[in-house]
């Protein structure tokens, strides 16, 4: 979906350019012709194909545009009993749901069998220095919210759980942490929450909802270091006293 809009951007702006240049051709034959105006006619039909071309690619990108939020709405609601759980160490021969129901039960103040996980395995390529991170589904939503906003309580384990965005949200999401800072932005539910400079919150769920959020100026974020010293020198000038002459 991304990429047919990406490809209806594109040749927006190539057909932008070429009517452009071609109506500007045309303005400049125009004005060098000395006899009866042979191509009026031409600019007439040039600038109704303009504005119909113009206007069916808008009402495409619209289109594209609401296809894309509504596969992204359905894409979250199918992870909506998933979860990310990093930092679990991993072994070859391990039973991985069983590994998370225990890391769940002895971390959290909640219960998990095995008969409630839906599935459960690790996600991407085994490396040797770095565990992979355990993706769970459960079978019931309300275990998963348990298990979600109990989370606090792994501080210090080294393990963290996350929500399984898909790409748009999670390109979004990091996106918005380089932006406000890791400390003002989460997420619940799969909607991104952020936390301007002025204390205004937002929820965001793509790139274009994040870059209408307004950025505070660059001269208002710089800081003088802390380690900055600034020398004054607190002595009296001294006073001239002017003699007379004799």
Request: some cysteine.
């Amino acid at each position: 979906m991304e990429a047919v809009q990406k490809t209806i951007e594109d040749l927006a702006v190539v057909l932008k350019n070429g009517m452009a240049e071609f109506r500007k051709d045309l303005q400049d034959a125009t004005a060098l012709s000395t006899t009866a105006n042979p191509t009026s006619r031409l600019v007439v039909e040039f600038e109704s194909f303009r504005s119909f071309m113009l206007c069916s690619l808008q009402n495409l990108q619209s289109q594209v545009e609401l296809l894309s939020k509504c596969h992204d709405q359905e894409e979250m609601r199918s992870r909506r009993k998933m979860l990310l759980v990093h930092g679990v160490a991993e072994d070859n021969k391990e039973d991985t749901s069983a590994v998370f129901a225990k890391v769940i039960t002895e971390h959290l103040s909640v219960t998990v069998e095995d008969l409630q996980i839906s599935r459960c395995h690790r996600l991407g390529q085994a490396k040797k220095d770095t565990p992979r991170p355990i993706l769970v589904k459960l079978r019931d939503v309300h275990l998963r919210d348990s298990i979600w906003y109990s989370k606090t309580q792994l501080k210090g384990t080294g393990i963290t759980i996350s929500e399984f965005l898909n790409k748009v949200r999670h390109d979004t999401f990091m996106e918005a942490r380089k932006l406000f800072g890791i400390s003002k932005c989460w997420t619940r539910n799969g909607t991104i929450h952020i936390i301007a400079p002025d204390g205004t919150r937002y929820q965001v769920n793509s790139m274009a909802e994040l870059k209408a959020i307004p950025l505070p100026s660059s001269a208002a974020t710089v800081k003088q270091p802390s380690n900055m010293t600034v020398s004054r020198d607190n002595k009296r000038p001294k006073r001239l006293i002017k003699r007379p002459i004799v």
